[in-house]
């Protein structure tokens, strides 16, 4: 019998999810069915009970609702408590397990599909919101030196670095401050600002030899930082597909006790995606 599973967040008609978990249900032999659901921070409870309801086993919660689905989890793996954020729900008797796979997902992606080596890497993060939340704690555990965390609103930055609990590694600064810090190594952008196509003012002062920079957006949200990367002749520009594939590859080994390959996946994801960007 097939198993119901579905993602949240919206704008959410375009989430690639459902694409991705049917490929991992045809290449693994699993019955499953995976469907994209449009909740905002309002009614998201409503909707992700109505699945309870119908029988959903497991979801995927993505911008803007990861921190208030940790908010609703029942208990959580102890990388989603370190984030303070899930992408990952399990049903777990009347109650929701919360994992977070993002971090996972993002180290994968940047360490064997694109052979960077984190360690020692002055990092700065662009945002403090759920994405970021996912990411930071397994970046520290990468081994980046200092952590840099800059946002919109101040207040959510010191409360992300108050999280992480490092002080000697963690540091929450304003973004006029940017001009000031020096370069990075690996400058990851976490916020949703591109998916309106705003950029905040990047100077080109962080960057150096080896700079990264990463995008947790793929498709056209990613088009600004990293066409903003390119001008600034940062070493790597690196979009948000990979990481969407392998933490997908999480969630479903965290459902159906099995890790997918993903390669292929991801080749076919970003044949389909640079189609699309290109017909824009
Ligand atoms: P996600 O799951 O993608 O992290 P989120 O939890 O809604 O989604 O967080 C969005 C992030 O993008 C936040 O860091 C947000 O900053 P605020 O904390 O100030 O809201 C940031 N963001 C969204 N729109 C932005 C904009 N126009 N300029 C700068 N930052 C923006």
Not at 6 to 13: D, L, N, R
Not at 99 to 120: K, M
Not at 221 to 240: K, M, Q, T, V
Request: include cysteine; glycine fraction near 10%.
């Amino acid at each position: 019998m097939s198993r119901h599973f579905a993602v949240f967040g919206t704008p959410i008609a375009h989430s690639l999810s459902p694409r991705i978990h049917a490929a991992f249900a045809r290449q693994t032999g699993i019955a499953l069915d995976y469907v994209a659901i449009e909740a905002g921070h309002d009614d998201f409870a409503m909707h992700l009970a109505a699945f309870a309801d119908n029988g959903g086993h497991g979801a995927n919660v993505t911008l803007p609702l990861k921190e208030s689905a940790f908010a609703l989890c029942s208990n959580t793996s102890e990388r989603a408590l370190r984030a303070g954020a899930v992408n990952t729900l399990l049903r777990d008797g009347d109650g929701w397990r919360g994992d977070n796979t993002d971090g996972a997902g993002l180290l994968r992606d940047l360490t064997q599909r694109n052979g960077l080596d984190l360690r020692g890497r002055r990092t700065l993060m662009l945002g403090a919101g759920g994405a970021a939340r996912g990411i930071a704690p397994t970046l520290l555990d990468a081994g980046i030196d200092a952590l840099y965390i800059v946002n919109r609103t101040a207040q959510n930055a010191d409360a992300l670095a108050d999280l992480l609990g490092d002080p000697k590694r963690v540091h929450a600064r304003y973004l006029d401050d940017l001009p000031a810090l020096g370069e990075f190594d690996l400058i990851v952008n976490a916020t949703s600002a591109t998916r309106g196509g705003e950029l905040p003012h990047l100077p080109m002062s962080m960057v150096g030899r080896r700079t990264a920079a990463v995008d947790l957006s793929y498709g056209e949200a990613a088009i600004p930082f990293l066409a903003w990367a390119r001008a600034n002749r940062c070493h790597d520009a690196i979009d948000g597909l990979g990481m969407l594939v392998e933490q997908a590859a999480g969630s479903f080994e965290v459902w159906h006790g099995v890790r997918p390959d993903t390669d292929l996946v991801y080749a076919d994801l970003r044949a389909h995606t640079d189609s699309l960007v290109t017909a824009d």
